[in-house]
């Protein structure tokens, strides 16, 4: 069964400041995705990831892929507060061609003045 | 359409009664998904839907749950017999297998 593990659960950080987010996945995988969720609202999508050593950039945000450790970061440049936002990563899971998206537990940002 | 649209955007409901929500994909998605959403949690797979195949029901909680869809049209998740944990946002998403997933605004339920 495919699992999937984002820290830290809750981060907090000052405007400026860099951070990373990190998400594990226990099996092969042919994508990784990761979204934005701002409460009370659906999830929008930020990048999707296809190959080992893809890495994919929108302004303060860059999200790298890692298959053979099978990680994933999100990183966060000079935060600002309009990130403060829950970020999901979530694995494609493509077993016996039954293809789902399999969620970490989230990472809920929040971002200081 | 142009984005995944879900009906009805918040349902109130008692205890005891049963709810349908509904969810219609973008067209041309085979794939139709739902998820729950409790507050403050992660997506919680539910079903999953591919053209005409059997559904993936693996992620169903109890047999009050199920869905229907026709085809690649429109999905709708029925609850039966409500009780308060099922409150939650439940999502729905289509893809067209490959080119990643788009997620509609949710249902968010209320069970009093």
């Known amino acids: 069964e495919l699992k999937v593990e984002q820290n830290p659960l809750f981060l907090s950080m000052q405007e400026g400041k860099n951070y990373t987010i990190y998400c594990d996945y226990s099996?092969?995988?042919?994508?990784l995705y990761w979204y934005r969720q701002d409460p009370g609202k659906s999830l929008e999508s930020l990048f999707v990831l296809l190959s080992n050593g893809a890495v994919k950039q929108e302004g303060r945000l860059m999200a790298s892929l890692d298959t053979k450790a099978r990680l994933s970061t999100l990183h966060i440049t000079a935060a600002v507060h309009d990130l403060s936002a829950t970020y999901f990563c979530a694995v494609d899971s493509d077993l016996q061609g039954a293809q789902k998206l399999v969620f970490g537990q989230g990472t809920r940002l929040t971002i200081n003045p | 359409g142009a984005g995944v649209s879900q009906s009805p955007s918040n349902k109130v409901t008692e205890k005891g009664k049963d709810v349908e929500l509904r969810c219609d994909p973008i067209?041309?998605?085979?794939?139709l998904y739902w998820y729950r959403q409790r507050l403050g949690q992660g997506l919680e797979f539910l079903i999953y839907?591919?053209?005409?195949?059997?559904?993936?029901k693996s992620g169903l909680p109890s047999d009050r749950f199920s869905a229907e869809r026709t085809g690649e049209s429109v999905s709708t998740l029925t609850i039966q017999r409500t009780q308060q944990e099922d409150s939650a946002v439940y999502l729905c998403a289509s893809s067209l297998r490959g080119y990643g997933y788009t997620f509609g605004s949710g249902t968010r339920l209320t069970v009093v």
């Open positions: 099996t092969t995988s042919d994508r």
């Open positions: 839907f591919q053209g005409n195949s059997a559904p993936d």
């Open positions: 067209s041309g998605h085979t794939a």
